[in-house]
Structure formats: C-alpha cells, structure tokens
C-alpha cells in the first residue's frame, strides 16, 4: 500500500451539525471521544438529520470541558449547553433503533427551534456503553455505537474521491464537481493508498489504535448537499449508482470498529492487516 497515513481526524459533537477536525482524537469503543454524543429531534422524538434539514450544515458545536457543547450558527447568538443530568429519559428513534437519550434543558431547545424553523429538542447520549448496540448483522458481541448512523467511525480515503471526481468530471453533472471530502462527513481520511483498496480491507491499524472493517457505508443525499451553501445537486448519488453499486446500496468509505483503543494523530501510519 505504500506509505499511507492519517491525513485528518473529524469530529461532529451534535448529528448533522459541521464538524470539527482536531489534531488528535482519543478511540473509545463506540467511537471517537465527543463524536455524535448529541442530537437534535422532532415533536415524534425521530432523529433530525441533513437529509429533513439541510441548513443543519451550518450551525457549529465546540466541545466543552465535561462533555458539553457550545453552539452556533450565522445570525444567533452562541449558546453553551451543559451534560444534563440522567434524572430521566425519553425515547428517540435514530433509523430502525431506539435508543434513550437525556433531554438538554430547554434554553438549548429555544435555540435549535429558533435556528431551524421548526420545534426540536436537543438530547445527549448519557451512556454509549449500553445504550445502543451495532446492528447485529455485522457486529460482535458487546459492540455498541454513539449517534453516529450504524457504526462507530467512519473512514474515507483522498484516492477514493480522486478517482470518483474523475468520473463526475466525465458524467453529465461534471459542473458540480470536484466534490469535497466534506460531503461525506468521514471521521478519518487516509491519504496514500491506492484508489478503492479500501474495499479489501478487513482490519487497520491507525497508530497504535486497530480497527475491524464491518462493512462498506451506503450513501445517501446528504453526500449531495453543499456542507457551505446547503444547496443540493446530482452528484455523487448519480456517479455512484452508475459506478459503486452494492447490493442495492451507493458505495463510499468503509465503516470501522474499534479493537484496540487509543489516541489517532494526524500524521499517523496507516497499516492494512487484514
């Protein structure tokens, strides 16, 4: 494979909000540490994502000392939301899952309505370590996951999008390109591979952190939206589904569990073992 490595660490504290890209990122089991820890979601309690709101691509989360967060978005006035208290819960609905969160007060729900338009409430994962399993079909035991959508990182490689803006470049929607790494909202970007080799992976060393490869990530039109503008196009949806179709699924990036914990550098050795 050649000398790949770690070249940028993501980090999206709120679901669906932009992310931020430390130097380093402590590995726990369900996911990088502060990753999709909150979320929003509507009156039904179903998570809300980019694909209902687009314009969730630009509101902002810091990590605060705690676990807390610190929001913001153009034409609000920053608001900082403390780790609430597990003195009760309430049920969301995060695709076919349901897992229980813990409400934020309301002050951090005033702010998240009055940004989108729309009545949300702002929840926080008090226990990833229970609260909600891997799908089964691809998982081992005891593996669990933060509010990420199905696993507990997400890894994308620089040669990859190389290769798929150079089909883009080719297709009917070639205007819209080159796409950005940032359409696909990856928690690790290894640069120094070979385009796709991350198909044949099985099990990654990053550092000192190993990972299983459970499966390849199905893409949908949130990879479509402008994470700057939140306008929405044709690409990469239509170059993947004349090109990385699997099993009925648009293929980009493969989705990772951790074995062994650790801390990811920027910079670090990529070594495939598997």
């Known amino acids: 494979m050649g000398t790949a490595r770690l070249l940028s660490i993501h980090v999206h504290p709120v679901k669906a909000f932009r992310g931020l890209s430390p130097r380093e990122a402590v590995v726990e089991p369900w996911g990088l540490a502060g990753d999709r820890r909150w979320a929003l ?100 035991p005891g593996e669990t996951v933060s509010l990420a959508d199905g696993y507990p990182l997400l890894l994308t490689t620089t040669a990859s999008l190389d290769a798929l803006n150079a089909l883009v470049a080719r297709g009917p929607h070639a205007a819209e390109g080159p796409l950005p790494m ?58 993947l589904g004349r090109h990385r179709r699997l099993d009925g699924r648009l293929i980009f990036g493969q989705n990772l569990v951790p074995l062994t914990l650790g801390t990811l550098r920027v910079g670090d050795p990529v070594r495939v073992l598997g």
């Open 41 to 140: 979601i509507d009156d039904g309690g179903k998570v809300v994502t980019q694909r209902q709101q687009p314009r969730l691509a630009q509101a902002a989360a810091e990590l605060l000392p705690g676990g807390g967060v610190r929001l913001s978005a153009p034409g609000h006035e920053p608001l900082a939301v403390s780790v609430p208290e597990p003195v009760s819960t309430l049920t969301l609905e995060i695709f076919r899952d349901k897992v229980e969160g813990v409400p934020a007060d309301a002050s951090a729900h005033r702010w998240c309505s009055a940004f989108l338009g729309a009545d949300v409430r702002l929840v926080h994962l008090d226990d990833p370590a229970v609260r909600r399993p891997v799908d089964p079909q691809f998982a081992l």
């Open 182 to 239: 940032d359409r696909f909202r990856a928690n690790v970007v290894v640069e120094g591979t070979e385009a796709w080799a991350e198909d044949g992976w099985s099990r990654v060393a990053i550092g000192d952190s190993v990972f299983r490869v459970a499966k390849p990530c199905g893409r949908c039109v949130v990879t479509t939206t402008d994470q700057r503008t939140t306008r929405r196009g044709k690409e990469p949806l239509f170059t």
